[in-house]
């Protein structure tokens, strides 16, 4: 068993050793213990801003998950946050850091905007075309990085950070030039037209991106757990000079993985633009790829568990703004509440993998 030794008591010994065997008991209690941490710090901070500390729970708890509507609200928030999630967790399986998840994102609501600004198909086709170029826009905005990994061993961190600059410019250019709404002159491109809106379910602002992220969960959870390919990646990401060596090809499997997480970024994109924005607007993107590289790391890569962070998440998100709206707070301290809270549980990892142990020894 690896152990690393700190002395720092006469006769006594904290040893920090690796577990051998990692029980699902365990890692809730320990994500579950460095909520409370993360929350207590979060209500120290805002004793400090004399806040009632006696209607925190009823605004911040029941607001956000004991009612109706707070649910079907981080419901919304949480639907581009599964996407995201997955998208970054097919990329990280196999050890492909893919940081460009905005960029591609940005991309697969371009592809959308494509075909809303140019009418390019009949009405009834509009809004499967749209998801069909968002998922296509995704892969091609992915597909440069990942060749030149494969072909130049170029760092895809570098290569996809870039592209998300690229990206985010060109849609600079597009709304402050040629997709400007003439309407109000504006910068983000005209509004989409009702049919190639996602339409509501009948529960609050809930709309059928739900049913859009439940098919992309319910692929990827079948082509990780129970496809071959599934079981290929899972090499790849364990030990890819084995995979090298019983002749697996490990250039595809990344390939793939790669584009597939291209897809789901954009496939994202689609879900918040033709849902919740309307339209094309260059604010759109904001903040998500960190979400969904946050999402996978706590998830470990797996697509169950995906989702449940990224419900979570997306209710942190829901309660960060009601708090906006009871106390007055300002934006850098709710984004400062929210990163506590996930560093909290960000760091918690670490006791999960490892565990302290005092230990006497002799001196001699």
């Given at each position: 068993?690896?152990a ?23 890692r ?19 004793v400090?801003?004399?806040v ?6 009823d ?40 940081i ?21 198909g009949?009405?009834s ?7 069909l ?7 091609l905005?992915?597909l ?28 600079l250019?597009?709304v ?27 529960w609050?602002?809930?709309?059928y ?14 082509l ?8 290929q ?9 084995m ?9 595809t499997?990344?390939l793939?993985?790669?584009?597939a ?7 994202a ?18 903040g ?7 999402i ?7 697509p ?54 005092m ?6």
């Amino acid at each position: 068993m690896q152990a690393l030794s700190l002395s720092f008591l006469r006769g006594r010994r904290l040893t920090i050793e690796v577990r051998q065997k990692i029980g699902l008991g365990l890692r809730f209690a320990t994500v579950f213990g460095a909520v409370l941490f993360g929350l207590g710090i979060c209500l120290a901070i805002l004793v400090s801003r004399n806040v009632d500390i006696a209607s925190i729970y009823d605004e911040f708890i029941v607001f956000t998950f004991l009612n109706s509507t707070g649910i079907a609200t981080v419901v919304v928030q949480s639907t581009p946050l599964v996407l995201v999630g997955l998208a970054a967790a097919m990329a990280f399986r196999v050890n492909y850091w893919n940081i460009g998840i905005e960029g591609q994102l940005f991309m697969g609501v371009v592809g959308c905007t494509i075909i809303a600004y140019f009418d390019i198909g009949p009405e009834s086709l509009r809004l499967p075309l749209m998801f069909l170029f968002s998922i296509l826009f995704g892969a091609l905005w992915a597909l440069p990085a990942a060749l030149l990994k494969l072909r130049l061993n170029i760092n895809e961190v570098i290569s996809t950070l870039l592209l998300n600059y690229i990206a985010f410019y060109f849609v600079l250019n597009q709304v402050f030039g040629p997709w400007r709404d003439p309407k109000d002159n504006f910068p983000h491109s005209p509004r989409y037209d009702d049919f190639e809106r996602l339409p509501g379910v009948g529960w609050e602002d809930v709309h059928y991106g739900l049913v859009v992220v439940a098919i992309a969960f319910v692929f990827v959870w079948w082509l990780i757990e129970h496809s071959r390919f599934g079981i290929q990646s899972r090499f790849v990401g364990v030990n890819p000079r084995m995979v090298l060596a019983i002749g697996l090809p490990l250039s595809t499997i990344t390939l793939i993985s790669a584009l597939a997480s291209g897809s789901l970024a954009g496939l994202a994109g689609f879900t918040i633009a033709a849902a919740t924005e309307g339209r094309l607007t260059f604010t759109l993107a904001a903040g998500y790829g960190f979400s969904g590289i946050v999402i996978a790391f706590l998830a470990g890569n797996r697509p169950v568990m995906v989702v449940i962070v990224a419900f979570l998440m997306g209710g942190l998100y829901v309660a960060g703004e009601s708090m906006k709206v009871f106390y007055s707070l300002p934006d850098a301290l709710v984004g400062l509440f929210q990163a506590v809270i996930v560093l909290s549980v960000t760091a918690s990892e670490f006791f999960v993998r490892y565990r302290l142990r005092m230990a006497h020894y002799e001196r001699v």
